[in-house]
């Protein structure tokens, strides 16, 4: 049977409780080290709560009626720290600081051996997630090239060779990944555009090396930044780093679109991958009417055919309230109907 049309997801995170997290301290930085302090529930109750918490975003996910889900992270104090700091030759415990792209300090971790992945860190998690849904399951990893960009290197003294060590940790991860029951696999790699002149030099080169013999569905996800952390009016109208991705092994490429409302034309240059197009705005709070969303999708059709569209959020929905966050999925959704509606 052939897939439907317009199917609709989420780009990873899905906003976790107040019970479970400090939402406080989690708005003020999106950390590079572990962040023990941003749990609300003390270590020994940690996992149960976490579970919980989980379930309470997948049955969202669903009731909303999203056709691919993820377990919402609920796990994770980042989208990347969590399976970063996992790894060996990464010291967390005695972080760098590095100045940032806004001016500011921010602790990362260091490099101080070579990078193995020695343990599974997210498959307990997609087992969890693949036995209380039916629909269809994304996971996400954090990529390569940004796992390289977010560290203090005492080590290799050569990025590139660095970034390989990290896309085989990925790669590891993603086949076990897989066998716990995955039905796609997403590499998030935001900071592509951060560092566009570095990533024309490796960054298509690490990432086929993390997707490398994984046969599901995979997609790479970059973007300009949490709504939260980077506001509306500060985003730029276009990638710096975006045709280079129709070269890697990745089937579809993610991007944000509603924020920034950058130039569609540019999904001509995606040839011919599928396109997980951001149609819901995290800047702003106001919940989308269905029709707006429409609006949006119709507009990615002038470049990508129906069969090639994914409509999603801009961007992980970790720091919206949840009550908006899921009241913009169920706007995501009705949208995406009317439009397969009219495609017939």
Same mark, same amino acid.
């Given at each position: 049977?052939?897939?439907?049309?317009?199917?609709?997801?989420?780009?990873?995170?899905?906003?976790? /409780?107040?019970?479970? =997290? #400090? @939402?406080?301290?989690?708005?003020?930085? &999106? +950390? $590079?080290?572990?962040? *023990?302090?941003?749990?609300?529930?003390?270590?020994?109750?940690?996992?149960?709560?976490?579970?919980?918490?989980?379930?309470?975003?997948?049955?969202?996910?669903?009731?909303?009626?999203?056709?691919?889900?993820?377990?919402?992270?609920?796990?994770?104090?980042?989208?990347?720290?969590?399976?970063?700091?996992?790894?060996?030759?990464?010291?967390?415990?005695? /972080?760098?600081?590095? =100045? #940032? @792209?806004?001016?500011?300090?921010?602790? &990362? +971790? $260091?490099?101080?051996? *070579?990078?193995?992945?020695?343990?599974?860190?997210?498959?307990?998690?997609?087992?969890?997630?693949?036995?209380?849904?039916?629909?269809?399951?994304?996971?996400?990893?954090?990529?390569?090239?940004?796992?390289?960009?977010?560290?203090?290197?005492?080590?290799?003294?050569?990025?590139?060779?660095?970034?390989?060590?990290?896309?085989?940790?990925?790669?590891?991860?993603?086949?076990?990944?897989?066998?716990?029951?995955?039905?796609?696999?997403?590499?998030?790699?935001?900071?592509?555009?951060?560092?566009?002149?570095?990533?024309?030099?490796?960054?298509?080169?690490?990432?086929?090396?993390?997707?490398?013999?994984?046969?599901?569905?995979?997609?790479?996800?970059?973007?300009?930044?949490?709504?939260?952390?980077?506001?509306?009016?500060?985003?730029?109208?276009?990638?710096?780093?975006?045709?280079?991705?129709?070269?890697?092994?990745?089937?579809?490429?993610?991007?944000?679109?509603?924020?920034?409302?950058?130039?569609?034309?540019?999904?001509?240059?995606?040839?011919?991958?599928?396109?997980?197009?951001?149609?819901?705005?995290?800047?702003?709070?106001?919940?989308?009417?269905?029709?707006?969303?429409?609006?949006?999708?119709?507009?990615?059709?002038?470049?990508?055919?129906?069969?090639?569209?994914?409509?999603?959020?801009?961007?992980?929905?970790?720091?919206?309230?949840?009550?908006?966050?899921?009241?913009?999925?169920?706007?995501?959704?009705?949208?995406?109907?009317?439009?397969?509606?009219?495609?017939?």
């Amino acid at each position: 049977m052939a897939e439907a049309l317009l199917q609709t997801t989420v780009v990873g995170s899905y906003p976790q /409780p107040d019970w479970l =997290v #400090n @939402r406080d301290l989690l708005s003020k930085v &999106v +950390p $590079r080290t572990r962040m *023990k302090e941003i749990w609300r529930v003390a270590e020994p109750f940690l996992q149960q709560a976490q579970d919980d918490a989980t379930l309470l975003a997948i049955r969202d996910m669903e009731r909303a009626g999203l056709d691919i889900i993820t377990d919402g992270e609920m796990r994770r104090e980042s989208y990347s720290n969590h399976f970063a700091t996992a790894l060996d030759g990464i010291d967390s415990d005695n /972080p760098a600081e590095i =100045v #940032n @792209r806004t001016g500011n300090k921010t602790p &990362v +971790p $260091r490099v101080v051996g *070579k990078i193995k992945r020695t343990r599974a860190v997210e498959v307990r998690d997609m087992q969890f997630l693949r036995a209380n849904t039916t629909r269809s399951a994304k996971i996400t990893l954090p990529g390569p090239f940004t796992m390289g960009q977010q560290v203090k290197d005492e080590f290799y003294r050569d990025a590139e060779a660095m970034c390989m060590d990290y896309a085989q940790a990925v790669n590891e991860e993603a086949h076990d990944l897989v066998k716990a029951g995955a039905n796609v696999i997403q590499l998030d790699e935001p900071w592509l555009r951060n560092n566009p002149e570095e990533a024309k030099r490796y960054a298509v080169k690490v990432i086929n090396r993390a997707l490398e013999g994984i046969t599901v569905p995979t997609v790479v996800h970059l973007c300009f930044g949490y709504a939260a952390v980077v506001p509306g009016l500060s985003k730029p109208s276009g990638y710096s780093f975006l045709p280079q991705l129709a070269d890697t092994i990745a089937q579809q490429i993610s991007i944000e679109s509603a924020q920034p409302k950058i130039d569609l034309g540019v999904l001509k240059d995606l040839a011919p991958k599928k396109v997980m197009l951001g149609m819901i705005d995290l800047n702003d709070p106001e919940i989308e009417f269905p029709q707006k969303v429409a609006e949006r999708i119709r507009a990615g059709l002038k470049f990508v055919s129906p069969d090639k569209l994914l409509p999603a959020p801009d961007c992980g929905m970790k720091y919206l309230p949840r009550a908006t966050a899921f009241g913009k999925l169920k706007a995501l959704v009705e949208g995406a109907a009317l439009v397969r509606r009219e495609l017939g």
